[in-house]
């Protein structure tokens, strides 16, 4: 029997600024500040993101008996997915954002879940093959 641990969202967060952290850098070192900017900005995006996700979760399953209050905050994660896109859309109008850095920001946090899943899933066989071998 195999089982699996899900991520938390404080790991793939901690995970994630870490990413950005070290691929702002070596933006810095190899392209230009520009691009590490752009970087962070974009790691910055969907961190805060994420961030809200998880608190918008919360309140909805905390108020899930709230009936007509519960459907409205539901209508909350769709207009918050508007306004971040509004948002993005705005920065590369009005700013002259390196794209190459921000798509390097925002992919981080794709890498943040995949390097979480993996250590989640290592630790679930880890914990497997301890019970396992342990003698009762």
Same mark, same amino acid.
């Given at each position: 029997m195999t089982s699996f641990n899900v991520p938390s969202l404080s790991k793939i967060q *901690?995970? %994630?600024? $870490? &990413?950005?952290? !070290? &691929?702002?850098? #070596?933006?810095?070192? /190899?392209r230009s500040p520009a691009a @590490?900017? #752009?970087?962070?900005?974009?790691?910055? +995006?969907? +961190?805060? %993101? /994420? $961030?809200? /996700?998880?608190?918008?979760? *919360?309140?909805?399953? !905390?108020? #899930?008996?709230?009936g007509a209050s519960a459907a409205l905050r539901a209508t909350a994660i769709p207009f918050?997915? &508007? /306004?971040?896109?509004?948002?993005?859309y705005l920065v590369f109008t009005q700013t002259? !954002?390196?794209?190459? =850095?921000? @798509?390097? =920001? !925002? &992919? @981080?946090?794709?890498v943040a879940v995949l390097i979480e899943t993996a250590l989640a899933g290592r630790r679930a066989r880890e914990c497997e093959t301890s019970v396992e071998g342990s003698t009762v």
């Amino acid at each position: 029997m195999t089982s699996f641990n899900v991520p938390s969202l404080s790991k793939i967060q *901690r995970t %994630n600024m $870490f &990413l950005v952290a !070290v &691929l702002g850098t #070596a933006l810095l070192i /190899l392209r230009s500040p520009a691009a @590490s900017l #752009a970087c962070v900005l974009g790691g910055g +995006i969907v +961190i805060l %993101n /994420l $961030f809200l /996700l998880g608190l918008m979760g *919360r309140l909805l399953l !905390v108020g #899930a008996v709230g009936g007509a209050s519960a459907a409205l905050r539901a209508t909350a994660i769709p207009f918050k997915l &508007l /306004l971040l896109v509004l948002l993005v859309y705005l920065v590369f109008t009005q700013t002259s !954002v390196d794209p190459i =850095g921000f @798509s390097l =920001g !925002v &992919l @981080s946090q794709l890498v943040a879940v995949l390097i979480e899943t993996a250590l989640a899933g290592r630790r679930a066989r880890e914990c497997e093959t301890s019970v396992e071998g342990s003698t009762v």
